[in-house]
């Protein structure tokens, strides 16, 4: 079939069909959901990335109550998590994880630190923000709050810090990021100022109401019988990295039909068959990585010179070295990116194609 694009299995998934797909997919640094008791945990059934598998309720609800948003920031149980350009505040000892502290150090930032962002409930219904504190010239002393903590570099420390909390990580990095760079009314030009705890920005001038941006990207391994593409895009030239071609999705566009002109844009290949693997957030600073596998119906690859140093198929022999760091002179991405996934379900078999 060559236009159908399918949602994991053929079918709509299963309760079955995922607990079956668990038992034969690895779980190097991808955690599959223990038990099926609600709705929640349904959604991490199939593939959890780093910078998925966010626990908190959002309070939907709560945020749109802007008095009880400001008691909530002062509550004793609230937990707030600093970033200083963007960086996040994470402890390293007894284990590594975000370090959160209470909000008395609010008292002494400046104005144009701009004010907790919510995050959403714990399980115990602790309210959580983040803070972005980049106009405190030194952040030294609010890092000393939290015991053997700094302010580190987001991606390094997510594979480190327990799966949930890199969710965590994505969901406040990319929204104090989005309120840095949006803090002008795109209409008018006026300073807006942010509602529902972060969720929405409005201008006082015109009433525009601005939402903060996901970008999505189509990530996709091509693949035809026992072979697929791997590329090095114009800025990883003369290296060794190779991985999944990928690309923003355009306007107007579905998500097969972005898949496809990507392929044909970067490889010069046809794409047929388009099926969906899993999806992960990306935040630097915002995008969602939609992961596919992609069926090449040609062969001949005629790589888009002005976007690629290098587009090649490679076999499923080779790509199964490269997963263990044994092909000589190609390197493909580790476990952290959502490409090693797409290329290890296609080279393993699991892939749902
Ligand atoms: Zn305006």
Redesign the pocket.
Known sequence: MLNSFSVSNADTPTIESLTERKSHESTDTVACCESFTNYRELNHLSYTHIFAGNSFDRGDHERRDEELLKKMIRQDNTKLLPFHKLQPLVRRSPEAELAWIGHDFLDGLPEEAGGPKFLGFDADRNPHFAVDISAVEDPSGIASLASDASFEDGRAAATDIPQDQSGILAQARSNLNWHSQHRF??????E?QSFRGGLMRQ??????QHFPRTDPVAIMLVYKGDKCVLGQTLARQNSTFYSCLAGFMDQGEAIEEGVRREVMEEAGLKVGNVTYHSSQPWPFPSSLMIGCHAEAISDEIVADPGEMAAVRWFTKDEVKLALEDKLEGVNIPGPIAIAHHLIKAWAYDTANI
Do not use: L
């Open positions: 009314c795109s209409v008018c030009g006026n807006s201008c006082p001038k015109c009433s525009s």
